[in-house]
Nanobody, 122 residues
């Protein structure tokens, strides 16, 4: 069982930056693939970024490539999402997720946080 708690969301102007954090409980954090998803009002939840167990491999949805960076610290049971050059279309609730498969598909992730809201004003 893994419990995930996100933090770091907020209101920022376009072009600004935010760093999201996700703290995980339990002693098996390093055995999980971690990912960030987001859901805008009226839209389906979508994949944003993923990172493998060791942190040596990452991937991103095309719309955030070059602007967002996912990282993890297995010693601190934490995964982060650094978001730079934010755009109004990045406005969404952001969720971290833990799973066993290095996937971009929601169904492959077993544990989810409660979400943190990111709002980017124009």
């Amino acid at each position: 069982q893994v419990q995930l708690v996100e933090s770091g969301g907020g209101l920022v102007q376009a072009g600004g930056s935010l760093r999201l954090s996700c703290a995980a409980s339990g002693r098996t954090f390093s055995s999980y693939v971690m990912a960030w998803f987001r859901q805008a009002p009226g839209k389906e939840r979508e994949f944003v970024a993923r990172i493998n167990r060791s942190g040596s491999s990452t991937s991103y949805v095309d719309s955030v490539k070059g602007r967002f960076t996912i990282s993890r610290d297995n010693a601190k049971n934490t995964v982060r999402l650094q978001m730079n050059s934010l755009k109004p279309e990045d406005t969404a609730a952001y969720y971290c997720a833990a799973g066993r498969v290095y996937s971009v598909t929601m169904a492959q992730y077993d544990y989810w946080g409660q979400g943190t809201q990111v709002t980017v004003s124009s």
